[in-house]
Every structure is written in C-alpha cells, then in structure tokens.
T-cell receptor, first 112, second 115 residues
Framework: QQQVKQSPQSLIVQKGGISIINCAYE??????FPWYQQFPGKGPALLIA?????SEKKEGRFTISFNKSAKQFSLHIMDSQPGDSATYFC???????????FGKGTKLSVIP | DGGITQSPKYLFRKEGQNVTLSCEQN?????MYWYRQDPGQGLRLIYY???????QKGDIAEGYSVSREKKESFPLTVTSAQKNPTAFYLC??????????????FGSGTRLTVV
C-alpha cells in the first residue's frame, strides 16, 4: 500500500533527446509527489514537485505529468544534456503523514 | 545559509568498532531522518525522529542507534552488530505536520568503509 514503483532502473539517452522516468503508486491518499536529483557522491536535491490538483507542472526543461486515475506520474526531461546525468528518485507522501516513500531510483546517462 | 551538515565526508571503521556519524541542521526542522544507500538499492530508512527525545526505527534499524537530544542534531552510531556497514549514509530533515511542503532537505552524505 505504501510502495512507489519506479521504472526504468537505468536509462541511456542521446544529447538533445527526451528522458522519461515513470512512477506508480498504490495509496490513493498520497497528495504530494516530488522528484529528487542526485549526483554521484552528493545528497539528493529536490528537483520539482506536484500535487494532484494539476495534471502537469513544468520548470524549465523538467516536466511532471500526473495521472490521478491511473495512479501514475512521470518526469520528462526535454533536450537532455550530459549534465543531467544523475540518479533520479520519485517519491510520495500524504494522508496526514509528512514522511516520503521513495522509488528505487533511475540512473540516467546522457551521451553526447 | 540554512542547510544540513554531515560529517565526516569519509569514514573508515575497523572490524568490531562503533563509529558515529554527525548530522546537524539549522533549518528549524522538527523531523530528521537517516538513510542508507547501496548501489541499486535506492534509499533505505534506518531511523527517523519527529521531535526531540523521540525516534522510531525504520526499515533497517538493526545494528544502528540514534539520539535526538537537540532539535538541530541527530547523530547515527553504527555499532559492531551491523555486519555490513560499508555504504553511503544520508541524513535529511523536513517540517512535520499534516502536509508536507518543500520535501526533504538532504545532507551531502558520509561514505563509510570497513577496513
């Protein structure tokens, strides 16, 4: 009930392409869905987040798409750059709990 | 600037030795967390604390201990009972309450290696 399933585990994208990472959740009480970006040897940093009252949120080249009925959300990185190479984690929280449930992460490699 | 400071950045532990990882935050956050990260394993919760002098076990608490004597500090001790402690350890903090805003703030991590 508390799981967040993330796919794919790893992703290789050419420079300039679109990177897409998907997450699915089971708990319908979740109401906050952040994405974190982690570079090697560093802690994760909040990248972008969405609440279920909107279906899409865009910040620069990063977009979250949210499908409440399917209980899925995804991260799209447009015009992917080598500097975007990192591990990305989706997460969710809600139902009166501030604790985040994390997906297992996706290692993105953007090749020139 | 507000943030979370973890120290040391690298730590080496001998067999049978206890070591303590430091985590300090000046964000005035009530809640603090410790995660362990291994390749391909994601983030696994060790312990968390919602308030001073109170903490709860996470998914992999065996072999670890914590204290929360001050709001700003949440040190993690890796005891000799933890048989495979080599990992990257992350500390995080957040506001508490019924609705999370702003997510977690993470420290830069401590890499622990058994020698």
């Amino acid at each position: 009930q508390q799981q967040v399933k993330q796919s794919p585990q790893s992703l290789i994208v050419q420079k300039g392409g679109i990177s897409i990472i998907n997450c699915a959740y089971e708990n319908t009480a979740f109401d906050y869905f952040p994405w974190y970006q982690q570079f090697p040897g560093k802690g994760p940093a909040l990248l972008i987040a969405i609440r279920p009252d909107v279906s899409e949120k865009k910040e620069g080249r990063f977009t979250i798409s949210f499908n409440k009925s399917a209980k899925q959300f995804s991260l799209h990185i447009m015009d992917s750059q080598p500097g975007d190479s990192a591990t990305y984690f989706c997460a969710a929280s809600g139902a009166g709990s501030y604790q985040l449930t994390f997906g297992k992460g996706t290692k993105l490699s953007v090749i020139p | 600037d507000g943030g979370i400071t973890q120290s040391p950045k690298y730590l080496f532990r001998k067999e049978g030795q206890n070591v303590t990882l430091s985590c300090e935050q000046n964000l005035n956050h009530d809640a603090m967390y410790w995660y362990r990260q291994d390749p391909g394993q994601g983030l696994r919760l060790i312990y968390y604390s919602q308030i001073v002098n109170d903490f709860q076990k996470g998914d992999i608490a065996e072999g670890y201990s914590v204290s929360r004597e001050k709001k700003e500090s949440f040190p993690l001790t890796v005891t000799s009972a933890q048989k495979n402690p080599t990992a990257f350890y992350l500390c995080a903090s957040s506001i508490s309450g019924t609705q999370l805003t702003g997510g977690y703030t993470f420290g830069s991590g401590t890499r622990l290696t058994v020698v």
